[in-house]
């Protein structure tokens, strides 16, 4: 029977069994959709993926990413996660991996640099492959139905909730602060209620809810939410935090900024995260999104296909 190696990591995290897991199938030659659809699912992880040979040598791989319930175009912690296990190989196909990396994906192409102490990786960051886009605005008491909360708790003082995405779409919503971010808990059915369609062409509701304060804004506390995609809490989501690191700093009257952010997630399950978000702006237009982060490795093994 023939088998795939895979590789696991924990994302964003220097601590093993913290962090958002993530599953690397190294070489996904051979594999059907419906078995990268499958492998997902047994895994039971947000998300999987599966690296194949570049269709433009110039590139260094293709990279198709999976959830539970789809294949999506891009993600940020599966992209760092992918660059690390692959940087810590060595090879790819017969080629030497540097540490500049370029991924195919449905989005568009990735660009991921690594960090180094010698032949060991420490991080990873990647390039957002599309610019910000916003969408539809969700009415506050939507938001707060979903996540069993007073809709009191959901803030407008910077903006409405709304859809956005540097590559994948997340509806972005600032919370009152910490203890409406800890109490919040996902009701399936008011997400069910609650979506609709997003720019990648799905119908979907996934939603990142935040903290900040006025004396530390770019220090922000999250969680991430998509029972819909059979993730009822993610412990760190490097699309969400780049779409709204992105749209934040566009918010701002400075036209030209460049911005730092730090967004920890995962503390109320237990698997605290750190996303770093670098965020550039030229004359009042978002031009540069990187997410970066670290990883700790965990597991080796095969799978029978």
């Given at each position: 029977?023939?088998?795939?190696?895979?590789?696991?990591?924990?994302?964003?995290?220097?601590?093993?069994?913290?962090?958002?897991?993530?599953?690397?199938?190294?070489?996904?030659?051979g594999l059907t959709d419906a078995d990268m659809q499958n492998i997902a699912v047994e895994f039971g992880y947000s998300e999987v993926t599966f690296v194949l040979p570049p269709y433009d040598p110039?590139?260094?791989?293709?990279?198709?990413?999976?959830?539970?319930?789809?294949?999506?175009?891009?993600a940020g912690h599966p992209n760092v996660g992918t660059a690390y296990v692959l940087g810590e190989r060595g090879e790819l196909f017969g080629r030497p991996v540097g540490n500049v990396m370029r991924?195919?994906?449905?989005?568009?192409?990735?660009?991921?640099?690594?960090?180094?102490?010698?032949?060991?990786?420490?991080?990873?960051?990647?390039?957002?492959?599309?610019?910000?886009?916003?969408?539809?605005?969700?009415?506050?008491?939507?938001?707060?139905?979903?996540?069993?909360?007073?809709?009191?708790?959901?803030?407008?003082?910077?903006?409405?909730?709304?859809?956005?995405?540097?590559?994948?779409?997340?509806?972005?919503?600032?919370?009152?602060?910490?203890?409406?971010?800890?109490?919040?808990?996902?009701?399936?059915?008011?997400?069910?209620?609650?979506?609709?369609?997003?720019?990648?062409?799905?119908?979907?509701?996934?939603?990142?809810?935040?903290?900040?304060?006025?004396?530390?804004?770019?220090?922000?506390?999250?969680?991430?939410?998509?029972?819909?995609?059979?993730?009822?809490?993610?412990?760190?989501?490097?699309?969400?935090?780049?779409?709204?690191?992105?749209?934040?700093?566009?918010?701002?009257?400075?036209?030209?900024?460049?911005?730092?952010?730090?967004?920890?997630?995962?503390?109320?399950?237990?698997?605290?995260?750190?996303?770093?978000?670098?965020?550039?702006?030229?004359?009042?237009?978002?031009?540069?999104?990187t997410i970066s982060g670290a990883c700790a490795p965990v597991m080796r093994g095969k799978i029978d296909c």
């Amino acid at each position: 029977m023939p088998t795939a190696d895979f590789t696991t990591v924990d994302v964003f995290t220097t601590t093993r069994f913290e962090g958002n897991p993530l599953a690397v199938m190294t070489d996904a030659r051979g594999l059907t959709d419906a078995d990268m659809q499958n492998i997902a699912v047994e895994f039971g992880y947000s998300e999987v993926t599966f690296v194949l040979p570049p269709y433009d040598p110039d590139n260094t791989a293709r990279v198709r990413i999976f959830t539970p319930t789809m294949e999506v175009p891009f993600a940020g912690h599966p992209n760092v996660g992918t660059a690390y296990v692959l940087g810590e190989r060595g090879e790819l196909f017969g080629r030497p991996v540097g540490n500049v990396m370029r991924f195919e994906e449905k989005a568009g192409i990735v660009t991921v640099e690594l960090k180094r102490d010698g032949n060991r990786v420490l991080s990873a960051a990647i390039r957002a492959p599309k610019q910000l886009v916003t969408g539809r605005t969700v009415p506050e008491d939507t938001v707060a139905r979903c996540i069993s909360i007073d809709s009191a708790m959901v803030s407008a003082r910077v903006h409405r909730p709304l859809l956005a995405s540097v590559g994948l779409s997340f509806v972005v919503a600032e919370l009152a602060d910490l203890e409406a971010l800890a109490s919040a808990r996902p009701n399936l059915a008011h997400f069910q209620d609650a979506a609709g369609p997003t720019p990648e062409g799905n119908h979907d509701f996934s939603l990142f809810v935040y903290v900040r304060t006025p004396e530390a804004p770019w220090t922000i506390r999250a969680r991430m939410f998509a029972p819909l995609d059979n993730v009822p809490e993610d412990p760190a989501t490097g699309s969400a935090s780049a779409a709204l690191g992105a749209y934040l700093v566009s918010l701002e009257p400075e036209p030209d900024m460049n911005v730092a952010l730090t967004i920890e997630q995962g503390v109320e399950m237990g698997r605290r995260s750190l996303i770093g978000i670098d965020v550039v702006k030229k004359d009042g237009i978002v031009t540069d999104v990187t997410i970066s982060g670290a990883c700790a490795p965990v597991m080796r093994g095969k799978i029978d296909c």
